[in-house]
């Protein structure tokens, strides 16, 4: 019912969304991630198919039930993200990056499991491919790009210097230290930051978060 009352202003769209943590194993029995719970990436995933556009959801691993009306590609580690974004990249006319992808995984997956010793332990960890720099390298004119980003500190600069860096369209920005923003919560306060522009919106639920974030998209796009 819900879905009849949205306008279909994304009708004959492919959107591709990314959501939740990604898990970088150490060994059989660890890993390394995040606090991310899938919330936004999968209140965009539906909210841009309840107004009318393909979607593909590519998500780590949540606790969240498979939105309807999505195609969703279930992943665990940022190597496995970054195949099931690029390998469907072409396709698409949209990408929302919503996921938390982590920076650096284990340099090692230590095949049996590490025992514990006096002392501490140190792990090498080593950088993981950037997928939102790759897509903003590839990206062809027609498609719109945004990413998230998620800061303690300087948010505007840092955030702008992320949409220049990665050269993509909008970078969906929130600071991590505001109530009601961020991890684990149903409402976020983000801002929207493009080349020319800058808004924050109120706080709002995830779902109406992610209604101003496509709005701003099919406003702006091409
Ligand atoms: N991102 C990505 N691939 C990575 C790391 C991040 O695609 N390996 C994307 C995230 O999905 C998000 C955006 O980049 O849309 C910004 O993530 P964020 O962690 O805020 O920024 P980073 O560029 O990773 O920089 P830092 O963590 O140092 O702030
Ligand atoms: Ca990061």
């Given at each position: 019912i819900e879905k009849a009352l949205y306008p279909k202003d994304l009708c004959g769209k492919n959107v591709l969304v990314t959501a939740g943590p990604t898990q970088e194993k150490m060994d059989p029995v660890r890993y390394i991630s995040n606090h991310s719970t899938g919330k936004m990436g999968y209140a965009l995933a539906s909210v841009c198919a309840m107004r009318g556009a393909k979607v593909t959801l590519v998500s780590g691993k949540t606790a969240l039930a498979h939105p309807l009306f999505v195609d969703t590609v279930d992943v665990v580690s940022a190597k496995d993200m970054y195949e099931a974004v690029t390998e469907r990249?072409?396709?698409?006319?949209i990408i929302i990056k919503a996921a938390a992808v982590a920076d650096y995984r284990p340099k090692e997956v230590a095949q049996e499991k590490i025992k514990k010793k006096d002392g501490a332990l140190s792990v090498e960890m080593e950088r993981t491919d950037d997928i939102l720099a790759y897509l903003g390298a590839h990206k062809r004119p027609d498609q719109y790009i945004c990413g998230f980003s998620m800061e303690t500190e300087h948010m505007l600069e840092n955030s702008r210097a992320k949409l220049e860096r990665k050269k993509i369209d909008m970078i969906a920005a929130n600071?991590?230290?505001?109530?009601?923003?961020?991890?684990?919560?149903?409402t976020n306060i983000v801002t929207l930051i493009t080349k020319n522009s800058e808004e924050e919106l109120p706080k709002l639920s995830k779902q109406d978060t992610a209604n101003r974030i496509v709005d701003e998209i099919i406003r702006r796009m091409k």
């Open positions: 990249f072409a396709g698409q006319d600071n991590l230290k505001q109530d009601g923003a961020g991890f684990g919560t149903d």
